[in-house]
Each structure stands twice: as C-alpha cells, then as structure tokens.
C-alpha cells in the first residue's frame, strides 16, 4: 500500500540525509509529517471501500416492489405466493415505498449534489477561493493577521510553526480572508477579525 512505499521512501531518505544531500532534508520531514501521514491513512481507508462497497442489484426497486404485487394478485394462491404476501404485507414492510425508493436514490446516486457550469467569461487571473475548516478546541490559531497597506484586504502575515494553522496546512502566508464563521471581514479591523477567529 502507500504507507509502505512512504516507509521505503523514508529509510531511502535517512540515508541521504546523512549524506548532508541538498534539499533531503526538508523532503524528508515533509514525508514525516503528521498531516501526510493522515491523508495516506484516509486514502488507503477510502481505497479499500471504494474496493469492498456494495454494488446494486437493481436501480429501480420500487417499480419492481410494484410489479410483484400487482403479479401475486392475477397468480394462482399457492402456499409460496401466500408466504409472500404475508411477508410484503408484514409491519417491517409498511413503509417499503419510502424504503426502496430511499434506495434507489442512493443506488443511482440521485443525492449527490452537480456544481453548475463554468462561465465562458472568467479572467485568467481570477483568485481561487478556498472554504477551510479548523476546529479550535481553545487552542491557538496559530497564525496572525495583517490590513494590506494598498488593498485594505485583511491577509494572513505568517503562519507560526507547529501551530494549529501549521499542522493543518490549510492556511498560508499571503491568505486573503474574506469571511470567518459566517461574517464577512471586509472593511472590518484587524483586532475585529482576531476577536472573531
């Protein structure tokens, strides 16, 4: 798997950093870090559902629910057929519309949400915009703040090491903020934006 390439890639690294070779160093604790070693986890995790998950026998469930009932009501009552119906028919199937149509929505993937288009006209040198989360826990950001001097755009200054903004390595230097926890920070303080993050 990936984590056992990394292993390789680490022992191959620690050799060469002992070599003093230019720039292995810092591979080397990037490998190491806290942060890539959690996604290759959660990709390996991913990997293996995507690997292991149950696939559909039928898209369309409900219809067929229907289909049967309507074909046990023309065919002959044999002891079967009576143990079927008795069995549709049963309080944990009551609400078998609602099921197997919550079925069939998952099976054809009907939940998962469709971003609209690109427009044709966005400049090249459009700014992408990032959403992050970062979860607190009373703990320091880590990170400061500062008003750019020309845009009046509040900015991350600088990133402090080992830091939650650090370790999550979902903020960098040079970061426009435009909105914290729902507010909007234009035209606000820096002292403002720091009392809310």
């Known amino acids: 798997g990936v984590s056992h390439v990394l292993t390789l890639a680490l022992q191959e690294l620690s050799l060469l950093c002992k070599r003093d070779v230019n720039g292995v160093g810092m591979l080397y604790d990037l490998l190491r870090s806290r942060w890539l070693q959690a996604l290759l986890k959660i990709y390996e995790c991913l990997q293996h559902y995507l690997g292991k998950r149950p696939a559909p026998v039928t898209l369309q469930a409900r219809a067929l629910s229907r289909e049967v009932v309507e074909l046990l009501r ?8 009576k143990e079927l119906r008795r069995l549709l028919r049963s309080p944990h199937l009551k609400a078998s519309p609602a099921l197997l149509s919550a079925h069939d929505t998952v099976a054809r993937k009907d939940f998962e949400p469709t971003l609209p288009p690109l427009p044709d006209n966005i400049p090249e040198n459009e700014e992408a915009m990032r959403i992050v989360c970062l979860v607190k826990n009373n703990q320091p950001l880590g990170a400061t703040i500062k008003r750019h001097e020309i845009t009046g755009d509040i900015t991350v200054a600088r990133v402090i ?23 909007p920070v234009e035209g606000l303080e820096p002292e403002q934006v720091i009392n809310i993050l």
């Open 74 to 81: 023309e065919a002959p009552q044999s002891g079967e057929i």
């Open 161 to 183: 090491h080992g830091g939650l903004a650090d370790r999550s390595g979902l903020l960098y230097a040079g970061d426009k903020l435009v909105e914290v926890n729902g507010v």
